[in-house]
């Protein structure tokens, strides 16, 4: 039977359904602003991840619950998000040229996980795992996908952080990098965890993370110091 922490991901999801589309009209108040489109999406994506494990919980594992789970988790997780600092980092052909590679990769992957036998054996009525696959090649995706995700999603929150360490005048976008940093590491260590059977792990690493993202979003939208020059746009997610 589910326990308290196999609830977490609804309390998840509502964070997401708020959040998101906070950013999504800070886009439309910015527009073009790509970057921050692609952070709205990126944290609707993560929603639909933690509603999909909500679901789990409620109505017990359903191959296709899991399989949305698995697309939106493991393949859509944080690419979009890191998208979103990619459009920051780069000239938009470059940005551009990325967003079609890396978004072949997750359809690649994502037509081999809704393609890949289940091993119903291995099922467990209110846990989610990449385990019942048969096809080991499904799982091989995620990785590549993901650890592109963390050097640009993490990566650039840190050097935002990085930058702004030493002005007085930016010390709000210094600690909001510092929790997006940080919001950005703990689902990964929870998707690590659910590689080894752990998969409460997750859940409670995508709250925390998501709670610390938005801490940093709301630090870094913040306005500088009174005036002072507008500090330039951040590298990382969220602003």
Known sequence: MPTAVHYIPIATTVLAIIFAPIVFRRWQERKPAPHLLWWSIGIAAYGIGTFTEGL??????????????????????????????????????????????????????????????????????????????????????????????????IGGAVLSAWRYRSDPQARHRFIGNCFIAFGALLPGIGGMATRFGHTEVLYVMEFLGIILIWIGYRYNVMPGARGAPRAPEPVSAIG
């Open 56 to 153: 789990t919980t409620l109505f017990g594992w359903n191959e296709w619950v899991f399989r949305s789970w698995y697309i939106s988790g493991a393949l859509l997780g944080g690419a979009p998000l890191a998208q979103g600092t990619v459009f920051l980092m780069f000239s938009r052909k470059t940005a551009t040229i990325m967003t079609l590679v890396v978004g072949a990769a997750i359809v690649t992957g994502a037509a081999v996980v809704m393609m890949a036998p289940i091993n119903y054996s291995l099922v467990e009525p209110y846990r989610l795992t990449g385990a019942v696959m048969e096809w080991r090649q499904a799982r091989l995706f995620s990785p590549f996908i993901n650890t592109y995700a963390a050097i640009f999603l």
